[in-house]
C-alpha cells in the first residue's frame, strides 16, 4: 500500500479510539486494512475509513505502529506485508518492522439485512446529536437509559437522552415510524468523526450502520422500550425568557467560586432572577434581567452543573424558562428551533 502520510494519519487518527484498551480477542488492538477501508473493531461498535491506494493486501497495523505513523515527515507513506504476520512501514529514509497478527482473525463487520433506512443530511444529523448528548449518562444501571433514543413517529425525527436529572429532546420532520436506542459510545465516535454529505442509516432489530462517502459507523443497538418521554413536557403556569448568553455566564461565575457540588438558587420575582451558590468558603450573588415579567414569584434550587450543560447545549440567543412549583422540573426551550430540556430541582435551604 502506497498513500500520503497525512489521508494514513487522518484517517487512522479519527478511528483509533474505538480499538479498545483491554480485550480478551489481541487482534482486535489493531487496525485492519482491508478492501479500501481502514477498520476499528470492539465488538460492540465497528468504524470503517474509506482509504485509497491500498491495493490487495489485507494486513493488520499494530497500536504501537499508530503513533508512529502520525509522527513521519509529510510525503509517500508505503506499508507492505514483508513475512507471515510482519508489515513493514517505510517513509524517505525511514524504515520499520512490526510484529502484527493474522487479519483473518479479525472479526467481520457485515451486519444482518437491514430492516429498514432512512437519508439524513450530515449537518443536520450531527446538531441533532450534539444538543441531546449531554444528557445521555457514560454508565447507568439501566441500559436503556445509557442510550440516546432516535425515534421516527407523527412526522418528526426525535433525539432524545435522560439521565434522570436531565431530558433533553430535539427533532426535525421526517415521515417513518421506528425506534433505535443508540449506546453512549456510538454517538460520541460520530460526533468526533465530522460527518459530512449524507448519511444513510440502515438498521434492524439488533443493529444499525451510519454511512457515508468516507465513513461506516456499525453499532449493535441497546434492546428494551424507551421511556415516555413526551409526557414529561407540559405547559406551565409560570414562564419567562432570558439571555441564554447572560444566564450561561452568571452560572459559570458562580460555579467556579465554589468547589463543592452545592445547589444553586433562583430567586424568580418579576423580570429579574437573583441566584446565588453558596457553601463553606463562597456567598455569590448575581442578578439576571429577565425579559418577561413572571406572573408569581417562585424560588427553586438546580444542580449548578446540570444547569451549565443545559443552557450549552442551546445555540439560540434566548431561551424561554417554564416552571410550576420548587419540586417540579424546569423546561427550557430554544427560540429558534424545536429543541427542549428540562432540569430537575433539588432541595435548598
Not at 42 to 51: G, R
Not at 65 to 89: C, H, Q, R, W
Not at 191 to 203: E, F, M
Amino acid at each position: 500500500m502506497k498513500i500520503q502520510k497525512t489521508e494514513l494519519a487522518t484517517k487512522l487518527n479519527k478511528i483509533k479510539g474505538v480499538v479498545p484498551k483491554k480485550t480478551t480477542m489481541p487482534v482486535l488492538q489493531g487496525i485492519l486494512a482491508k478492501e479500501g477501508y481502514l477498520i476499528a473493531n470492539n465488538m460492540e461498535m465497528a468504524v470503517k475509513a474509506k482509504l485509497g491506494g491500498m491495493g490487495d493486501e489485507c494486513f493488520i497495523i499494530p497500536e504501537r505502529a499508530f503513533d508512529l505513523i502520525s509522527n513521519l515527515p509529510d510525503g509517500e507513506v508505503e506499508i507492505s506485508v514483508t513475512a507471515k504476520n510482519t508489515i513493514t512501514i517505510k517513509a524517505d529514509k525511514i524504515k520499520n518492522k512490526y510484529q502484527t497478527m493474522d487479519p483473518e482473525q479479525f472479526p467481520d463487520t457485515a451486519t444482518q439485512k437491514a430492516e429498514n433506512q432512512l437519508t439524513i443530511k450530515a449537518d443536520i444529523l450531527l446538531e441533532s446529536i450534539k444538543r441531546v448528548s449531554y444528557a445521555v449518562p457514560v454508565h447507568a444501571n439501566n441500559p436503556v437509559m445509557a442510550s440516546m433514543c432516535l425515534q421516527a413517529a407523527d412526522g418528526q425525527l426525535n433525539f432524545v437522552g435522560l439521565d434522570g436529572h436531565v431530558l433533553a429532546w430535539d427533532r426535525v420532520g421526517y415521515e417513518g415510524d421506528f425506534e433505535l436506542l443508540i449506546p453512549k459510545n456510538t454517538v460520541d465516535r460520530l460526533k468526533s468523526l465530522w460527518l459530512s454529505g449524507d448519511v444513510q442509516i440502515t438498521h434492524n432489530k439488533t443493529g444499525a450502520v451510519f454511512i457515508t462517502e468516507d465513513f461506516e459507523v456499525h453499532t449493535r443497538l441497546v434492546e428494551g422500550e424507551y421511556f415516555k418521554y413526551r409526557a414529561m413536557f407540559k405547559e406551565l403556569p409560570v414562564h419567562t425568557v432570558v439571555s441564554r448568553g447572560e444566564l450561561l455566564d452568571a452560572m459559570t461565575r458562580a460555579k467556579i467560586c465554589t468547589e463543592e457540588r452545592c445547589p444553586v438558587r433562583f430567586e424568580m420575582q418579576e423580570d429579574q432572577l437573583n441566584l446565588s451558590i453558596k457553601d463553606k468558603t463562597t456567598d455569590y450573588h448575581e442578578t439576571v434581567d429577565l425579559q418577561e415579567k413572571l406572573p408569581q414569584p417562585l424560588t427553586i434550587g438546580f444542580d449548578a452543573r446540570l444547569v451549565l450543560e443545559t443552557l450549552k447545549a442551546f445555540d439560540c440567543d434566548n431561551v424561554g424558562i417554564s416552571l410550576e412549583s420548587p419540586r417540579m422540573p424546569m423546561i427550557v426551550e430554544a427560540e429558534d428551533s424545536d429543541f427542549k430540556a428540562i432540569v430537575l430541582p433539588v432541595a435548598i435551604n
